[in-house]
């Protein structure tokens, strides 16, 4: 079974650095989507860049969101911080209560087009899913395991680093890796403010009712969800 999803893992990498970085070898199938006559491969801007540009936006969201949701999750879990879990659950649904469009659409009057709306849209809707697997997580490891710990004299702040965020890992881990699945597909909407990403390639393609474009970029943002999660899955294991 492992070393079935390891061979799908790699022929996914394979597939997708070969439309990245040699569109053209795809053109013969890429061409049966569109009319005659219409462009095949997306040139405006290089895929390969604007592949980077999606996972630097989608990594800098998720790095801040993983940050914030795991230290609201610790603090909502310890003994002072319980009455904050209606406050910090509230931050935290935010992001799913409001779509990104419309966080795209509050953001871009007051910071501008670009990278940041898309950034404040992702960090939002990334916050859930890590902050409740953290909670769930931390509130779930045996109490015998926490109770030896402090039987042996450790600190809480010892108990947490080298007992329970070790046993919680697991699922935090799966938090992380849903939140940045979901943000690899909602990033492409960043290019409807001028964020440079695989979105651009997906509207381009919806403008000029070319379906060649709207393949190459639906692809590339599946494939590159395909490859973080059976990463994340392998780094769990």
Known sequence: MRRGRAIGLLIAAVLFLALALQPQLFAPLLALLNDPGQQIIYDRQPLAMLVLWHVAVVAAAETAAVI???ALGILVTRNRGGDLMTLARTISNLGQTFPPIAVLAVTVPIV????????????????????????????????ATLEAARGMG????????????????????????????????????GSTVGAKGLGEVIIAGLQAGNQAFIAQGAILVALLAIIVDGAFRLFER
């Open 68 to 70: 914030t949701a795991v």
């Open 112 to 143: 501008g087009f670009g990278f940041e709306p898309t950034f404040i849209a992702l960090y939002a809707y990334g916050l859930l899913p890590v902050f409740e697997n953290t909670v769930a997580g931390l509130r779930g490891l045996p109490p």
């Open 154 to 189: 450790m600190s809480k702040p010892a108990i947490l680093r080298q007992v329970e965020l070790p046993l919680a890992a697991p699922v935090i881990l799966a938090g992380i890796r849903i939140s940045t699945i979901i943000n690899i597909g909602t990033a492409t909407i």
